[in-house]
Nanobody, 121 residues
């Protein structure tokens, strides 16, 4: 089992930045590929970004490419999502997820409880 706890969400204005964190506990964090997903009201959950176990490979949704950066610190069992130039359409609950194995966009085994990000003027 892997337990994931997100933090760092909040209410910001368009153009602002936020950094989300996801702290993991349980099995060896560095064995897992980590991802961020989000779900806006009335919409399905969507992929945002993912990072390999080493941090050497990253993937982003087109909607956040160039604005968001995923990173991880295996020594701290933590993955981050730096979000810059936030837009109202980024408003959603953001979820951290972990998977053991290949693939970026689906098949995640463990999920956090989510953290709310609201972008509004």
């Amino acid at each position: 089992q892997v337990q994931l706890v997100e933090s760092g969400g909040g209410l910001v204005q368009p153009g602002d930045s936020l950094r989300l964190s996801c702290a993991a506990s349980g099995r060896t964090f560095s064995n897992y590929r980590m991802g961020w997903f989000r779900q806006a009201p009335g919409k399905e959950r969507e992929f945002v970004s993912a990072i390999s176990w080493s941090g050497g490979s990253t993937v982003y949704a087109d909607s956040v490419k160039g604005r968001f950066t995923i990173s991880r610190e295996n020594a701290k069992n933590t993955v981050y999502l730096q979000m810059n130039d936030l837009k109202p359409e980024d408003t959603a609950v953001y979820y951290c997820a972990a998977k053991y194995g290949s693939g970026w966009y689906a098949g995640y085994d463990y999920w956090g409880q989510g953290t709310q990000v609201t972008v509004s003027s």
